[in-house]
């Protein structure tokens, strides 16, 4: 097959080498794979990034019902899951943290659909007619559990479903959350999972935007999310497509920041002889 132009969106080389052996293979016998996984992955990250329909994949990439046909399957049979939770924990142990977080911060963002079917709902208080996301992020702002949901529902209803499925993951001992998880679900969550849940809130004397401890990690993770146009509305009829869709996205920000080579490039650094100060010492 000709070559074709890359896209901004295609995988390095360096990215492949970290996502290729974490891609299922073809399966043996029977007829050969007609189009080759990365060039797959390449037209998901496509769609995903530009925002565009899956009809509307360019040409020169593998048929969108290819692409979307193993989209769809690697949702189904847990792949993308199984991808994000093996990145994590190797950006973890590249940051230097354990795999295994030990805290994490709740948070939700409501987003508007668009005229396609599927579960919705109206929240009042962002008068948004759409869904609602419901993250618990590690303190580096990975994402550790989503839950896509209507958007009528309460953030202590969907930080429930948030919390009941990361107790079966991990063995966190602190949450923090803003004022909107107070009451009932701080009892709760020290009940059901034995974990604190720390309400981070404003103080009185506090005006305007103010930085909040723990809680501008959440909300950065939401801004890395907007950048994807796939995700700036929910345009999905499944809620757990909308799931999976975070998660690619999540998969190539983490499969980004470890094929940088800046740890390589740091120990290289601090190899490096220092220079003399004019008393004839290293510098400190």
Request: proline letters at 5%; aromatic letters at 8%.
């Amino acid at each position: 097959m000709a070559e074709r132009r890359a896209y901004p969106t295609d995988l390095s080389d360096a990215e492949w080498a970290i996502l290729g052996p974490l891609v299922p293979a073809p399966k043996g016998g029977g007829r050969p794979a007609e189009h080759d996984r990365r060039e797959i992955c390449n037209g998901i990250r496509y769609v995903l990034r530009s925002g565009g329909a899956w009809r509307l994949l360019p040409h020169d990439l593998p048929p969108w019902q290819t692409v979307y046909g193993y989209f769809w399957t690697w949702r189904r049979d847990g792949t993308w899951e199984r991808i994000h939770e093996l990145l994590r924990g190797a950006v973890r142990e590249q940051a230097g943290r354990d795999p295994q977080p030990s805290a994490g911060i709740v948070d939700s963002q409501s987003v508007k659909m668009t005229d396609q079917r599927g579960e919705r709902g109206y929240d009042a208080g962002k008068k948004i007619m759409g869904r609602k996301r419901h993250l618990l992020v590690d303190t580096l702002g990975l994402i550790l559990v989503v839950v896509v949901l209507a958007a009528q529902i309460q953030d202590r209803d969907g930080a429930k479903m948030v919390l009941l499925r990361a107790k079966r993951r991990f063995r966190l001992r602190l949450v923090w959350a803003d004022g909107g998880y107070r009451g009932r679900l701080v009892r709760w969550t020290a009940a059901t999972c034995g974990w604190v849940l720390q309400i981070v809130k404003r103080t009185d004397a506090q005006r305007g935007f103010v930085v909040l401890p723990k809680r501008w990690i959440v909300e950065r993770t939401f801004g890395w999310l907007n950048k994807w146009r796939r995700l700036s509305k929910d345009y999905e009829v499944l809620p757990q497509t909308s799931e999976a869709l975070i998660q690619v996205a999540m998969i190539t920000l983490m499969v980004r920041r470890l094929a940088r080579p800046r740890r390589a490039v740091h120990q290289a650094a601090q190899a490096l002889p220092r220079p003399l100060s004019a008393a004839g010492t290293r510098a400190a």
